[in-house]
């Protein structure tokens, strides 16, 4: 069985919700560049103020996207990407699936869609 049948829609939906913001997908991109976990200079890397990075930081913890440890004085971040996995693999099918321009009901032509 794979992860995308592990989790509902609302679940998956949740994942998506997490990240679907630049400055989150920045944070995500600065953890997946780090071999160990890092804290405070993800404020200073992604260049927003302090109290907006711990906002996107919750959103990402409350999604297990991201884990966080107190490790005193800071709290250290790291990616979760066993969480990602059922996104990936609703992904990976829209991209492997073999429906042609012949068969779509819709499709991309000069950045518009026409539906047959």
């Given at each position: 069985?794979?992860?995308?049948?592990?989790?509902?829609?609302?679940?998956?939906?949740?994942?998506?919700?997490?990240?679907?913001?630049?400055?989150?997908?920045?944070?995500?991109?600065?953890l997946l560049s780090k071999p160990s976990c890092?804290?405070?200079?993800i404020t200073s890397e992604v260049g927003l103020a302090q109290s907006t990075v711990s906002e996107h930081l919750r959103i990402l913890k409350a999604a297990e996207i991201v884990t966080g440890e107190i490790e005193h004085p800071r709290v250290c971040y790291s990616l979760n990407p066993e969480k990602?996995?059922?996104?990936?693999?609703?992904?990976?099918?829209?991209?492997?699936?073999?429906?042609?321009?012949?068969?779509?009901?819709?499709?991309?032509?000069?950045?518009?869609?026409?539906?047959?």
């Amino acid at each position: 069985m794979n992860a995308l049948n592990l989790v509902s829609n609302e679940q998956l939906a949740a994942i998506a919700k997490a990240i679907a913001h630049p400055a989150r997908i920045q944070i995500i991109r600065l953890l997946l560049s780090k071999p160990s976990c890092i804290g405070g200079e993800i404020t200073s890397e992604v260049g927003l103020a302090q109290s907006t990075v711990s906002e996107h930081l919750r959103i990402l913890k409350a999604a297990e996207i991201v884990t966080g440890e107190i490790e005193h004085p800071r709290v250290c971040y790291s990616l979760n990407p066993e969480k990602l996995l059922p996104l990936l693999d609703l992904l990976q099918r829209v991209a492997s699936s073999q429906v042609t321009n012949d068969e779509a009901c819709c499709v991309s032509t000069n950045d518009k869609m026409v539906c047959k």
